[in-house]
């Protein structure tokens, strides 16, 4: 007969395993498990097999590997796993572009019923309709307020009711009326908390990010960026357009309100002098956009009569001429 393996020699074989991981990975996503089943977690496993691997295992014998892998190798940024490993939690080894790995974790959900003291994690609303339960199971709608009618012999729930709120415990009368209509309100399955990528964790948010997201962040940080500048008057490249043009202005400014001048200031002078050439140029900048338009209308015109022409050059000519 085969011996058992002990404790110590599956305590061995776990760290070295563990070690070996972190050895050849450089990503990692750290997953809570909770209401996860082993069947569940067979399939993630197998969905995820080839540039992916998920470790299970108890925080302490976790936290203690990590902890003497990064003293023996010299890694310190192994540590910043070490606060991650609380709860019911695991670690996905990947190779493969953490955003794919991500949702294809998402993807093996599991429907589950309410359990009486479950902790809710969404909210529950019961819709409205035929509950297909006789007129003898009303005392569960009364007990809970929803308002009900007997329409053909069955119980019908008149408006939609919010039966358990986020946060909430489940209790033992909503528990029996969601079984009773067959509504499995929740689903479970590994929910990514944290993701480690090369010494750096970050929120699973990140992986979301798109390409316009990160244009849109950089220009906001520049907006703001140019803004500190300009209110303290410090020069940066950013602000540097916008303080030359507000000299420019003060400039000119001075320019209008005195003697002095220069090539720029003239025009602005000599039309504050005369207002009424304010309208000559709206007027010309008018002209020329109407003009604009006008010309390739009148090009299709020309185009139009084209064809006009040569069919009355034909119109003198008879079939048997």
Do not use: W
């Amino acid at each position: 007969m085969v011996g058992r393996t002990s404790k110590a020699d599956k305590k061995i074989a776990y760290d070295r395993k563990l070690c070996d991981l972190l050895d050849e990975y450089t990503q990692i996503l750290i997953v809570v498990a909770d209401n996860v089943g082993s069947k569940q977690l067979q399939d993630i496993r197998k969905g995820l097999r080839g540039d992916s691997v998920v470790l299970m295992g108890k925080n302490t014998m976790m936290k203690r590997t990590v902890r003497v892998h990064a003293d023996k190798t010299g890694n310190k940024a192994f540590l910043s796993l070490i606060p991650l490993l609380v709860g019911n939690v695991g670690l996905i080894f990947t190779k493969g572009d953490l955003k794919e790995v991500s949702e294809e974790v998402a993807k093996y959900k599991v429907g589950a019923p309410a359990r009486v003291g479950l902790v809710a994690p969404i909210d529950v609303v019961v819709p409205p309709g035929n509950t297909g339960l006789d007129p003898s199971q009303t005392s569960f709608f009364q007990v809970l307020n929803i308002p009900t009618k007997i329409n053909k012999g069955t119980v019908e729930i008149i408006t939609p009711v919010e039966l358990i709120r986020k946060g909430e415990k489940v209790g033992s009368s909503e528990a029996a009326l969601l079984a009773k209509l067959g509504i499995r309100p929740f689903s479970y399955g590994l929910v990514v908390l944290s993701v480690y990528d090369n010494g750096s964790v970050f929120s699973p948010e990140v992986l979301n990010l798109t390409e316009d997201d990160l244009i849109e962040k950089f220009a906001a940080g520049v907006s703001m960026a140019t803004a500190l500048s300009l209110a303290i008057s410090y020069p940066t490249l950013a602000a540097a357009p916008h303080m030359f043009i507000n000299a420019y202005k003060n400039v000119l400014a001075i320019a209008v309100a005195t003697d002095y001048s220069f090539p720029q200031a003239d025009k602005v002078k000599e039309y504050l002098a005369d207002p009424s050439k304010f309208a000559v140029a709206v007027t010309a900048v008018a002209a020329a956009d109407v003009g604009g338009d006008a010309a390739p209308a009148a090009k299709e015109e020309e185009k139009k009569e084209e064809p006009a022409e040569e069919s009355d050059d034909d119109m003198g000519f008879g079939l048997f001429d």
